[in-house]
Nanobody, 130 residues
Framework: QVQLVESGGGSVQADGSLRLSCAVF????????MGWFRQAPGKEREGVAA???????SYADSVKGRFTISQDNAKLTLYLQMNSLKPEDTAMYYC????????????????????????WGQGTQVTVSS
């Protein structure tokens, strides 16, 4: 069983920064994917960024150049550094985990599809004001 606990959300003004953290508890197989997803009110949950056990990453076009996903394997922690935040980044942010091959798409691309991830945290709120 895998448990994920997010932290680091909050309120910030536009162009500000936040860093989200996700602590991982439980057994993680050697070939895995970890990702950040978000859901704004009235919208579907969407993939933001993902990373696999080899360090390959994927980003949604809307956050490329502004967000950076990283992991600390020793601390079993996933991070999302969010810079140049915009009001449209306001959402509940969720940490998620999955294992190969479910989370790897054609061309060895790390998936950003919610249905490819089976373990989820409770979420942390990010609010960006203009």
């Amino acid at each position: 069983q895998v448990q994920l606990v997010e932290s680091g959300g909050g309120s910030v003004q536009a162009d500000g920064s936040l860093r989200l953290s996700c602590a991982v508890f439980g057994y993680i197989y050697s070939s895995y994917c970890m990702g950040w997803f978000r859901q704004a009110p009235g919208k579907e949950r969407e993939g933001v960024a993902a990373i696999d056990s080899d360090g390959s990453t994927s980003y949604a076009d809307s956050v490329k150049g502004r967000f950076t996903i990283s992991q600390d394997n020793a601390k079993l922690t996933l991070y999302l550094q969010m810079n140049s935040l915009k009001p449209e980044d306001t959402a509940m942010y969720y940490c998620a985990a999955s294992f190969f091959p479910r989370c790897i798409r054609a061309g060895r691309v790390v998936s950003l599809t919610t249905s490819d991830f089976g373990y989820w945290g409770q979420g942390t709120q990010v609010t960006v004001s203009s």
